[in-house]
């Protein structure tokens, strides 16, 4: 998978970009059709927030936190994500099935 790691009012550090891809290879264990991801680390005052876009096969899913701390909006962020990754492989493998189950009606 490609990731893309950009901060506004942010520098990433090497911890950072270690965390936030440490996050996102958890996420693609549950699902291995993720070609790509998207994230922007930025800072607007005291709230930190994190948003990433994942490009799965057939949808591109996004999810934002935002939370105090940096790494607790990353830790939020990746659960969102991780959420929406298993309802897109639920939806898939189901619609796979339905379409299985066709071929052999006929």
Known sequence: MHITLSGHHVDITDALRGYVTEKLEKIERHFDKITG??????????????????YVAGNDLFADAQHEDMYAAIDALSDKLDRQVKKHKEKMNAKNRQEKHRDYSA
């Open 37 to 54: 991801a998207q994230v922007i680390l930025s800072i607007d005052k005291l709230t930190h927030k994190a948003e990433a876009t994942l």
